[in-house]
């Protein structure tokens, strides 16, 4: 087999058949060696089987060299996706997950690159087979380096989303927190596409260097046009910067009607459940100019009320006090360690007013209730054993009746 020319001699019909291609130039040369190293040492290990299949197809042996391709492929293709079905399972059976984000990653990719290569060889195979389709021969390695390029970014995006569940899953054991794991993801995501697509562009002719000149023009100019547009993406890389809050949080704000929980911060808006149960829709750049509150931060819940007392137990209240506070201190549910007073506020018109003021230990809403109606309930235990009662609001009018001002209550 000369270097110019692939000759291959079969026996079909008892004439021999001789297939062969002129020369392509240089763009060729891939095709050459690809059909003298993989074809051509098959051929002559197995003439006889060789002549055989050749006569099957007739003579066209493209077409069985196309069958061989494929076969190879998918054999291929097959064996590399049960060996990496292998590792994901020994990599869950030894509790190492992290590994088993590559495994999964890996998978699709990897197939795809293996189904591509063997899609350029075919194509090649034509080419070299079939001389009027060589002006297109230049194309294929490009088509080829660009695809490949693609699957790695495909790669990239698949292992970034896994390592983003995996470190969720942590929970408490990750020392990186949800809002900061999804920002590095989304960042090194917009990374990914923003060079998988310059490349493509440059390998489609496409001068990188002018059109980042008009970028940056262009820039000037949306940036006006789109100013709330990128205020709001700016809003978003500062929340999660800052982070003020993050999915799942309570959240609301004094300076506008805002409060509900954090469904999902994008790159553009938060998603807020509100507690009736509606989504509002609220853009990232609104949480850079009004001031924000977030009650699932909070270390305790405070227990602030005014207990009134009737004038006629003004010798109990002292007691009461302390044995308010007694109750409060013995209480399982109330954090000792927070400040607490429970103290005689003022002289109402009506009512002695006692402050009582303590913290509980849980944050819970739910739980928070419980807690405060238990303690109300022993606040007026306390009272009635002192033989005071809660006073309710009354009034004494004065009726003058014959020269006589009688009170009547």
Known sequence: MSDTNVKIMTEVADKPVLLSQPDMGSTTNLVEDITKQSFSGLVEAFPDAWAYLAGLFGGHTWVLFMGIIFLVTFTLDFIIRNIFKTLDKQFKKKGKDFLVTITKALIAPISFYIWLSGLVMGILLV???????????????????????????????????????????????????????????????????????????????????????????????????????????????????????KVGDWICSPDKSIEGTVESIGWRMTVIRTFDKRPLYVPNGTFSVIS?????????????????????????????????????????????????????????????????????????????????QDVLLKIAGVISDHGAEIAFPTRTLYMAEAGNEQPMD
């Open 127 to 245: 080419f070299l087979f079939f001389p009027v389709f060589k002006e297109a021969m230049p194309y294929v390695n490009g088509f080829k380096s660009t695809l490949s390029v693609i699957a790695v970014a495909w790669f990239s995006i698949r292992w970034v989303q896994n390592i983003e569940f995996y470190f969720k899953n942590l929970g408490k054991e990750s020392n990186w927190d949800p809002v900061t794991i999804e920002a590095m993801a989304k960042v090194f995501k917009l990374t990914v596409f923003i060079f998988t697509g310059l490349f493509v562009l440059s390998s489609l002719g496409v001068n990188l260097t002018g059109l980042i000149a008009f970028g940056g023009m262009g820039g000037v100019a949306v940036g006006f046009a789109a100013k709330d547009f990128v205020g709001n993406l700016i809003g978003g890389l500062m929340i999660y910067m800052d982070k003020p809050f």
């Open 292 to 372: 924000i509150e977030n009650p699932s931060r909070m270390t305790n819940r405070r227990i602030k009320e005014t207990i009134g007392v009737r004038y006629d137990d003004l010798d109990q209240v002292k007691s009461i006090t302390e044995g308010i506070r007694k109750m409060l201190i013995a209480h399982d549910d109330i954090d000792n360690g927070q400040t607490m007073f429970v103290y005689l506020g003022a002289f109402g018109e009506s009512t002695l007013d006692i402050d009582v003021y303590t913290f509980t230990k849980t944050t819970a809403w739910v739980p928070y209730r419980r807690i405060k």
